[in-house]
């Protein structure tokens, strides 16, 4: 736990004492603006424009040839990435493909995991997750020839929070399959990962995790966990730019298996370009890639990791805490008398990056933070998510978010806001 204490000298204290604040000038941060937006989109980093010039000059002056530059190294970016990405999820790097998005990850892993038999067939999942997960679930059960009302079995949360152990309760002998996130976009809980596994395992159901709001926020080791496979994006947290490119896991064990959504970048690489009509699996991570990599998209993330390879994820998250925990501080102190609440949990080790806040009024209100500079977003019906992100926000930016929050209850310049939901919140 920490001291903290209210006022701006106190802030100016943490900034001070804080060995990651050096980081913050290896982003570009706009002039005025308080960012708390890490948990939706990253900041550009310089390290990230620095690897996307470096790929946009070698195809400037390399055309084709790109592909045999360097050593093979953009025809094989994914496995070049993947080693960056390892450290970050406890992984092997063979065992990681960065490719696709989130949403066509869940297609891969799905159609190659779930393989459903008269008596075992059911998709166990919790219903508060994104929803891009249930959609990708159920048009997969319906591939299989199953309706989503029977093959997809949920697990009902209590005021947006799910209990592990109605989780395992629920993981009767007819689930073939159970898809959780580790931590919930909304309410930044984050789940008991391998409590969960350990018990979908003892009753030989296949288990995967959404790691999308975990990954670059929290320290993840999947191979403790021995989970089946698991997706994540690298937009959010590891600051990989707009629609970056995604990434899955296969646990090793199961290199053997066939993706579900076999393509000509899932060939072994010795015999791709022979071109020949039958598939030829690549029987580890890069094997469940599809088409041809997406370089542009994936160059900033390269910049990026080698960010987090330096400073070390314990870091990251020792910090990221800190940050949370000064907000929730603050709100208790200066917000909860104006109607305010926190959504979130406050045990450091269940809650993830960012800061649920709730309030009644709350889409107004944010609103009425982005009109003062200040960038959150807003999740129905009534939480503002708060992301100070540890690789680039300051102590003095969260004091400053909680005095403007403060000054617009109090000047009620909420009130001039319409509550009509623009198309992206």
């Not at 579900?260 to 690549?282: I, S």
């Not at 709100?331 to 806040?357: M, P």
Request: glycine residues 8%; neutral net charge; charged residues 25%.
């Amino acid at each position: 736990m920490y001291e903290f204490k209210d006022g701006l000298e106190f802030s100016k204290f943490l900034d001070n004492n804080d060995p990651l604040g050096y980081l913050r000038q290896r982003f570009y941060i706009r002039k005025n603006t308080i960012y708390m937006c890490g948990n939706s989109l990253g900041l550009l980093s310089k390290d990230a424009e620095d690897t996307t010039v470096d790929v946009i000059e070698k195809w400037k002056n390399e055309g084709v040839q790109i592909w045999n530059a360097d050593d093979n190294k953009y025809y094989l970016y994914s496995s070049r990435i993947a080693k960056l990405m390892a450290p970050l999820v406890g992984a092997d790097d063979d065992e990681i493909a960065i490719v696709g998005s989130t949403t066509v990850n869940i297609h891969q892993v799905i159609s190659t995991f779930y393989k459903p038999t008269k008596d075992r067939y059911k998709i166990l999942l919790d219903d508060i997750n994104f929803p891009t997960d249930r959609y990708a679930i159920e048009s997969q059960v319906i591939l299989k020839g199953y309706s989503p009302e029977d093959a997809v079995k949920t697990v009902k949360s209590v005021n947006n929070f799910l209990d592990e152990d109605d989780v395992i309760e629920a993981m009767t002998d007819d689930v073939a399959v159970v898809f959780l996130p580790t931590v919930y976009y909304r309410t930044a809980q984050i789940i008991h990962m391998k409590k969960i596994t350990d018990a979908a395992k003892e009753r030989g159901i296949i288990v995967g995790w959404d790691l999308c709001h975990a990954v670059g926020a929290l320290e993840v080791d999947l191979k403790s966990i021995d989970a089946d496979f698991a997706v994540w994006c690298t937009y959010k947290y590891l600051n990989g730019g707009p629609g970056s490119c995604a990434a899955l896991y296969i646990n090793r064990k199961h290199f053997q298996l066939l993706p579900g959504l076999a393509g000509w970048f899932g060939n072994k690489a010795e015999t791709q370009f022979l071109l020949r009509q039958k598939f030829d699996h690549r029987k580890d991570g890069s094997g469940w890639q599809i088409g041809t990599p997406h370089i542009l998209s994936m160059a900033a993330l390269e910049g990026s990791l080698k960010m987090f390879i330096d400073i070390g994820m314990e870091t990251i998250r020792h910090k990221s805490l800190k940050l949370t925990g000064y907000l929730m501080y603050l709100i208790d102190t200066k917000l909860i008398q104006h109607g305010f609440s926190v959504g979130n949990l406050r045990e450091d080790s269940r809650r993830g990056g960012h800061v649920c806040l709730k309030h009644e009024d709350g889409y107004r209100i944010s609103l009425a933070l982005k009109g003062r500079g200040v960038v959150p977003d807003f999740r129905d019906p009534n939480v503002i998510r708060l992301a100070p992100v540890a690789l680039y926000t300051s102590y003095g930016e969260v004091y400053s978010v909680v005095d403007i929050l403060l000054d617009i209850m109090k000047t009620e310049s909420y009130k001039k806001f319409s509550c009509k939901r623009n198309v992206v919140v």
